[in-house]
């Protein structure tokens, strides 16, 4: 049974990272382009997926939306690795003063919503991938910071750790042997987390308008877009839905075999 | 002790939520062009009318003493006037917030009301069907954003079955967002059980010849309490995006609407106070969750 | 023995897991109004056994077909659960090992105890009340109690509340896993003494497992001896405790007396030499949670001296201060206020940062070796560790990691195995093995050998006293066994609420004690003596 779900997920994450990067090269049309005479036209072998309310071709703009969704969610994982985790680790190293700091800042974060953070990013700079990804991050930095602590306070409390303090270990020493390779376990396996969660808050950003330019559609703005015609042209609005549904579960079934594999002493999930 | 602990969480409360709302006054103001350029866009105003009005208005100020003049006028009731509208904006906000309020309190109901049935049930049964259910519902939870569930439910059963209209329902996004919150609940809370089922002291229950439910009544049950409890907090919290985004398609007048078209719009005033009045709102309510939490708990007294 | 048949018949129990047989074929019997103590220690399936008579097996485990098991000449099903709901608390009752974790934190002690009496069958709440305070008055506990929750009950109360519970179906078997090994001394030989008084006033038969053969000494009338899943030895306590006839026997019997018989033997001259480390007016205080609550004193202004080349030992029992204290003097935690002068160095006069020579030569060795050993790491890893931080070149690391291993009476083909595939004394071996590494002056145990199992306990104190007479370092030994302590300590140091409240040579201090409460230590010590036994019979 999980080795089904591992080999499901591994399987879709290959292939919408694949589209992502070769896609909109395969595609037959422009994302943008319009095809006047076809509006909400059902699938066939012209328009493999049929086309929208104003004619472009829904292949091509979920292949190009792929490559934007997954960027911006990429983008914003890995911005939360960094304030999270590097921040949280070196507050950690510093020593109880800049730690308290640092984490009630973190508390503070998490008190608040990813989805209301980022409207008052938006409405501070504008729409776009940028303010979208950078409160991505914010939103997201608390998984990893939690995480290092929890590790962090895990192992010290370790008499192994005690130990090595009696054999002239330093904090160095003491990272390099014992914290690390725990440490390095749990914030893959949060990466695992976060990854499906930042498509999930990206597409409801954009599907609320707020995302990036209209321009350069994403899965959340292709279902708003397609919205008001769901009755007419229920394919345009389905492809983006299922290809989201999808692909978040083929990322969080993947993060969960790679927690089984790096953390198994660990409970279900997040640092939440 | 009660008190003390009371006293530490009202003391974090405090702080969180002022801190919030300074975060959230300086988000609004760091956008360069405030209110009045806004205004000067929608309406030609020469630039001796737009420094009248920043006066009027209180915007040559400085930020702080804005911020100051704000709190001042909020706590009085006073949040300003809607750029868009001209309405006051206490009034717009008093008025959606009993539709946030519906569907995000029926939603809670819903949720908790199948996390603990399936996670009691599974936890108690050891039936593998009903685990898998609890993995399943979890899954749900993390991999379908609630605009795709209700996409789905509306082309199933507003288009194509006609079961329900299709806008102003509360029907589908109160039980979609059930779903939802059941997931975020669900296996904590079946993991929580299970490890209780073999603990020490329902051990000690069974030893004393109790019958079945009694022992899950008084003996299980009580230590779901604390671990749904830290969890509702959570919930809400992600019961945000989840309102807000059904608000908008089924087309139901609340707080996420509301804030929704204020950024569209540019409306700061409403947009700060909506923000703050959710912000608030879940400070309060994660607050008041962590003290019953410490109710209940007699050991956390000391 | 009595000619009526035994209150309670096993024959041929097995039980099975998932990794194989852990309790094989086991025969007993318990006579009426006698107690059967169950002796082994861990891993021998004891508690399995006793569990498996109340039906309160682990799902994974399963009693194999075969067995017999008859209470007061019954059939009793203890594999039928609904059946056995019947039979529990009111024919067999059971008293747990760890009280704080056995109650129900949220329901207070009334309600609990109520549960049981009403589970036994009294309908009316008067009548349950009634019986309640009874109950209460039996065990030696204020009627009061019954509105307050478990966390503010000590120890031995919570102990006397679960036997409450487990009388108030009035059973006529006890089955008791191990009730006093949670306790502190001092409460555990009141605990005891309460058992008998109850079995003795109720006539009831009790199975009571231990690990402990003193223990079982004061309680039992008969005796098994389990090892690995089988009885080894059974009889009256009297003759087992006298001549225990198998070997596996004899090698608890003889550990336990070693350690009672007599004191370290005053083996070197009186000490000339400066005091290895001195300990000056130290006081810990553990600062209180939140920001409204009062700080804890661990440590109250203790002063002692470890001597050169010699063993001090501190002895004091759960909440003493001694393990903070032994923190403080291996430099892993900071006092509020005080000295320790380590080897010439007063460590506060440096801001409690050892100079790199004085760091490695005081180490110290932890109660749980498992926890001690960084489970990734192979035994030559763990041992490297050391020898890396003082410089020592790789490839003579493993050199030295095989003369460490040999010292400590192990061999090299354990450098490649991890810990969790060696035993707990082992483990302990591996453990003092590390420290040694580091050359010390000064070796802090804190209850090195409190988690081993007896014939082990003997073994590891054996290895750490010739050890000491080799390399000659200081020792700071840190125990709640009195016998323990006093058996490897030149001098005893007794702790109290933080505080010394006596110290002097080893055998002043075990001999004629001076305080009142290390008399009342000395006198909660069991003796696997066979005068101390009940084996004739009485019930007194």
């Known amino acids: 049974m999980r080795r089904w779900g591992t080999l499901l997920g591994a399987a879709i994450t290959i292939v919408a990272v694949l589209l992502a990067l070769v896609g909109p090269a395969i595609a037959p049309f422009d994302p943008l382009e319009q095809d006047l005479l076809a509006l909400n036209g059902p699938p066939g072998p012209a328009h493999w997926l049929g086309t929208d309310h104003i004619g472009r071709d829904v292949f091509a703009r979920l292949v190009s939306g792929a490559r934007t969704t997954l960027a911006i969610a990429v983008a914003g994982t890995m911005g939360a690795f960094l304030v999270g985790a590097v921040l949280g680790s070196i507050a950690l190293a510093l020593g109880r003063i800049p730690e308290r700091i640092v984490f009630a800042g973190i508390d503070l974060v998490r008190a608040m919503p990813a989805v209301l953070l980022a409207l008052l990013m938006i409405a501070a700079m504008g729409a776009g991938a940028v303010p979208v990804a950078i409160a991505l991050a914010l939103s997201f930095a608390p998984f990893f910071a939690l995480t290092a602590r929890a590790v962090y306070q895990r192992e010290t409390a370790q008499p192994y750790v005690a130990a090595a303090r009696t054999f002239g270990g330093g904090k160095l020493h003491i990272l390099r042997l014992h914290l690390a390779p725990n440490l390095a376990g749990a914030l893959v396996t949060q990466a695992g987390i976060v990854l499906p969660r930042c498509i999930v808050t990206e597409s409801v950003l954009s599907f609320l308008g707020l995302g990036s330019s209209p321009d350069s559609p994403t899965w959340g703005r292709m279902v708003s877009d397609a919205s008001p015609f769901m009755e007419a042209a229920p394919h345009a609005i389905l492809a983006p839905v299922l290809a989201l549904v999808l692909v978040t579960l083929g990322f969080v079934l993947l993060g969960d075999a790679l927690r089984l594999r790096l953390d198994p002493l660990r409970r279900s999930g997040s640092a939440r | ?302 | 023995m009595t000619s009526t048949p035994p209150l309670l018949r096993v024959e041929r129990l097995s039980i099975t897991g998932p990794s194989g047989r852990l309790v094989d074929n086991v025969s007993l019997c318990v006579g009426h109004g006698r107690t059967l103590a169950l002796i082994g220690e861990s891993g021998s399936g004891k508690s399995l056994t006793a569990l498996s008579l109340m039906g309160l097996l682990p799902p994974a485990l399963s009693v194999e077909p075969g067995a017999r098991v008859a209470l007061e000449a019954q059939a009793l099903p203890i594999t039928d659960e609904r059946a056995m709901r019947a039979v529990r608390g009111r024919r067999i009752a059971m008293v747990f090992q760890d009280p704080m974790a056995c109650l129900n934190p949220y329901l207070t002690i009334g309600f609990q105890i109520d549960e049981a009496l009403m589970a036994a069958g009294e309908r009316t709440r008067d009548r349950r009340r009634e019986r309640r305070d009874a109950l209460l008055g039996d065990v030696e506990l204020s009627p009061a109690l019954a509105r307050r929750y478990p966390h503010e009950l000590s120890g031995g109360q919570q102990q006397r509340v679960m036997t409450a519970i487990a009388l108030a179906g009035e059973p006529k078997l006890l089955v008791a896993d191990e009730p006093t090994s949670a306790l502190d001394a001092t409460i555990a030989a009141e605990v005891i003494g309460l058992l008998r008084r109850l079995q003795a006033e109720r006539r009831m038969a009790m199975l009571f497992i231990t690990h402990d053969l003193g223990v079982a000494s004061a309680l039992a009338h008969d005796i098994a001896v389990m090892k690995s899943g089988a009885i080894v030895e059974h009889g009256a306590a009297a003759t087992i405790l006298a001549h225990p006839a198998q070997p596996y026997t004899q090698r608890l019997v003889s550990a336990r007396q070693a350690l009672a018989r007599g004191a370290r033997h005053a083996g070197h001259a009186e000490g000339e030499d400066a005091p290895a480390a001195t300990v000056s007016n130290l006081t810990v205080d553990y600062p209180g949670r939140g920001w409204f609550d009062r700080p804890v004193r661990a440590v109250d202004a203790v002063s002692l001296s470890v001597p050169a080349g010699r063993t001090l030992g501190i002895v004091g029992e759960s909440g003493s201060g001694k393990s903070t204290l032994a923190g403080v003097v291996a430099g892993l935690r900071r006092p509020s206020s005080g000295d320790v002068q380590l080897l010439g160095t007063s460590l506060a006069a440096t801001g409690w940062r050892f100079p790199p020579a004085t760091r490695r030569a005081c180490q110290i060795i932890f109660q749980n070796p498992a926890g001690a050993l960084n489970p990734r790491l192979t035994v030559a890893s763990l041992l490297a560790e050391p020898l890396g931080l003082a410089g020592l070149p790789r490839r003579e690391r493993r050199e030295r990691a095989v003369a460490a291993v040999e010292e400590v009476g192990l061999k090299p083909a354990h450098l490649d195995r991890y810990p969790h595939e060696l035993s707990g004394g082992q483990r302990q071996r591996v453990c003092i093995a590390r420290a040694l590494l580091s050359q010390p002056r000064v070796l802090v145990c804190d209850e090195v050998v409190s988690a081993l199992d007896m014939t082990v306990q003997v073994d590891v104190l054996t290895l750490l006293r010739d050890l000491q007479e080799r390399r000659r370092f200081a020792m700071l030994f840190i125990g709640h066994d009195l016998d323990v302590v006093g058996w490897i300590s030149d001098e005893v140091a007794v702790m109290h609420k933080g505080a010394v409240v006596e110290i002097g040579p080893a055998k002043q201090v075990l001999g004629a004690p001076t305080h009142p409460y290390t008399r009342r230590l000395l006198a909660s010590r069991t003796h696997p003596s066979p005068s101390d036994s009940r084996a004739d019979g009485s019930t007194a």
């Open chain 2, 1 to 302: 002790m009660r008190a003390v602990h009371a006293a530490n969480r009202l003391a974090v409360m405090i702080t969180q939520g002022a801190a919030l709302v300074v975060l959230i006054f300086v988000l609004n103001r760091v956008v360069p062009g405030d209110t009045v350029d806004v205004l000067a866009l929608q309406g030609d105003l020469t630039p001796a009318q737009q420094a009248e009005m920043r006066r009027e208005l209180g915007l040559d100020r400085s930020s702080a003493a804005q911020f100051i003049d704000w709190s001042a006028r909020a706590l009085a009731g006073d949040l300003g006037q809607s750029l868009r509208f001209g309405r006051p904006v206490a009034d717009m906000v008093a008025q959606a917030i009993p539709t946030t309020l519906a569907l995000a309190a029926g939603s809670f109901i819903v949720g908790l009301a199948l996390a603990l049935g399936l996670a009691i049930g599974a936890a108690m049964t050891g039936s593998r069907a009903l685990a898998a259910c609890v993995d399943a519902v979890n899954l749900w939870s993390i991999a379908i954003p609630t605009f795709c569930a209700g996409v789905v439910g509306i082309l199933l059963f507003s288009i194509w079955l006609g079961w329900l209209p299709v806008i102003g329902s509360f029907v589908l996004p109160v039980l979609i967002l059930g779903i939802d919150n059941a997931g975020q609940i669900v296996k904590p809370l079946h993991e929580e059980l299970r490890e209780a089922s073999a603990a020490a002291h329902v051990r000690t229950a069974r030893a004393k010849g109790l019958p079945p439910w009694r022992i899950a009544v008084f003996h299980l049950l009580p230590t779901a309490a604390p671990v749904t409890l830290a969890l509702s907090g959570l919930v809400l919290t992600s019961l945000v995006a989840g309102t807000l985004t059904l608000e908008v398609l089924f087309g139901l007048p609340g707080l996420g609407s509301l804030t929704l078209n204020a950024v569209r719009g540019r409306d700061y005033p409403v947009l700060q106070a909506a923000a703050v009045v959710i912000a608030l709102g879940l400070v309060l309510i994660n607050g008041l969750a962590d003290l019953l939490n410490r109710l209940i708990d007699p050991r956390l007294e000391q």
